[in-house]
């Protein structure tokens, strides 16, 4: 069964920092692997896809990897602001013929000015 | 990009009565599409993956009757909670897959507070 672990669970950093958030999956037999955020009260919005072939994604300030094998992506935000603030979910998309996305539980990230 | 529209996203309704989420998408179809659960502070869950023009196959202790769900169209589903008690509030959100698998990942919508009173 896949599971999906998220290290650290919340982290608080002053404003101008670079910080990696780190995802875990149990079983590498993958499609894509998914980050989004979401914000108190409101959706998720996807913020980098990364096939299973594929070893990184950028957009913008942030910075995806994927090491299938070892079962661990990255996300990397470079110069944290303010609005970076908000919680940041992984999550990955079993190969095996379910389409259920599994969840890691998220790190909520606090950027203070 | 790829959108999910997710109406309306706030509801307050009465004890007993019935309420419908509608989660469409956009700009492009959707064959699979997914209802999550929210709790304050937790993480989603799934409650079902509806398939268009077939029956809806629900997660493990999610009542079926209570929760109906109808994925009609390729671009339309619903989510109709019957009979809604307080325990019942929470936020929904509906996601979905598009046909090319794996290019678009999968979509949210922006969510719906429910509150029963």
């Known amino acids: 069964k896949q599971e999906v672990t998220q290290i650290p669970a919340a982290l608080s950093v002053p404003e101008g920092e670079n910080l990696v958030l780190n995802c875990s999956f149990t079983?590498?037999?993958?499609?894509?692997l998914q980050w989004f955020r979401q914000d108190p009260g409101k959706g998720l919005t996807s913020l980098l896809l990364?096939?299973?072939?594929?070893r990184e994604q950028t957009s913008g300030r942030l910075n995806a990897s994927l090491d299938k094998s070892s079962g661990r992506s990255t996300l990397y935000i470079a110069a944290s602001q303010p609005g970076d603030s908000a919680t940041y979910l992984c999550?990955?998309?079993?190969?095996?013929?379910?389409?259920?996305?599994?969840f890691g539980k998220g790190t909520k990230l606090t950027v203070n000015p | 990009g790829a959108v999910v529209s997710q109406h309306p996203s706030r509801v307050i309704c009465k004890s007993g009565t019935s309420v419908k989420i509608e989660c469409r998408s956009l700009?492009?179809?959707?064959?699979?599409m997914f209802w999550y659960r929210q709790f304050p502070k937790q993480s989603l869950m799934l409650m079902a993956t509806?398939?268009?023009?077939?029956?809806?196959?629900?997660e493990q202790g999610v009542e079926k009757d209570k929760f109906l769900i109808n994925h009609a169209s390729l671009t339309l589903s619903t989510l109709t909670v019957t009979s809604a008690h307080p325990e019942d509030s929470s936020f929904y959100i509906c996601?979905?897959?598009?046909?090319?698998?794996?290019?678009?990942?999968?979509?949210f919508g922006s969510g719906t507070r429910l509150t029963v009173v």
């Open positions: 996601s979905a897959r598009g046909r090319d698998r794996g290019n678009y990942g999968y979509t």
């Open positions: 079983d590498s037999a993958i499609y894509n």
């Open positions: 990364i096939q299973s072939s594929q």
């Open positions: 999550a990955v998309w079993p190969q095996g013929g379910s389409e259920k996305l599994v």
């Open positions: 700009d492009f179809q959707a064959t699979t």
């Open positions: 509806s398939n268009e023009g077939s029956k809806a196959t629900y």
